[in-house]
T-cell receptor, first 113, second 112 residues
């Protein structure tokens, strides 16, 4: 059974810091891994998708890496800003017939001015 | 914005009632998935539709049902509402079953 864990559960940093969010999954047989952002009470915004054959993806100040063999992904946020405050969730689609997203519980990030 | 729209955005229902939630998928996307997200939890998979056929279901009772239409929009129906059905319901569309998923803003359902 695929399980996804995110560490830390919550993080509070001063503006301008570089930070790393961690995501681990138990079954390396995945199609892809996707990072999302969720603002309170809102829907999910896709940040980055990493295919199982890829090692990393970059978008602006965000960089996500994937190490499938160790079951880990990291989301790196450079030069954090107060507007980055949100919950960040990772999700994987595992190989097989039931191609659903399997989610971690998220990391709640607060960037303080 | 993703192009995935959900309606309504908020809804209050009484226990025992029925509800229909709607989702318009992003143009060109043939796959729609529905998720339930309770407060403080990650989303839980309800089911997925691919080209109008159900293509996978999570651990939800049969009173959760759905449809996908020829234009790939979708409905989620919940019968005999229970208090625990109160949650944010999220719809995601994708070009195929394993490509990037784009979410709508969600429907906040409150059952009283």
């Amino acid at each position: 059974k695929q399980e996804v864990t995110q560490i830390p559960a919550a993080l509070s940093v001063p503006e301008g810091e570089n930070l790393v969010l961690n995501c681990s999954f138990t079954d390396s047989a995945i199609y892809n891994l996707q990072w999302f952002r969720q603002d309170p009470g809102k829907g999910l915004t896709s940040l980055l998708l990493i295919q199982s054959s890829q090692r990393e993806q970059t978008s602006g100040r965000l960089n996500a890496s994937l190490d499938k063999s160790s079951g880990r992904s990291t989301l790196y946020i450079a030069a954090s800003q107060p507007g980055d405050s949100a919950t960040y969730l990772c999700a994987v689609i595992r190989r097989g017939n039931n191609r659903k997203l399997i989610w971690g519980l998220g990391t709640s990030l607060a960037v303080n001015p | 914005e993703t192009g995935v729209t959900q309606s309504p955005t908020h809804l209050i229902k009484t226990r025992g009632q029925q509800v229909t939630l709607r989702c318009s998928s992003q143009s060109g996307h043939n796959t729609v998935s529905w998720y339930q997200q309770a407060l403080g939890q990650g989303p839980q998979f309800i089911f997925q539709y691919y080209r109008e056929e159900e293509n996978g279901r999570g651990n939800f009772p049969p009173r959760f049902s759905g449809l996908q239409f020829p234009n790939y929009s979708s409905e989620l129906n919940v019968n005999a509402l229970e208090l625990d059905d109160s949650a944010l319901y999220l719809c995601a569309s994708s070009l195929a079953q394993v490509t990037e998923a784009f979410f709508g803003q969600g429907t906040r359902l409150t059952v009283v």
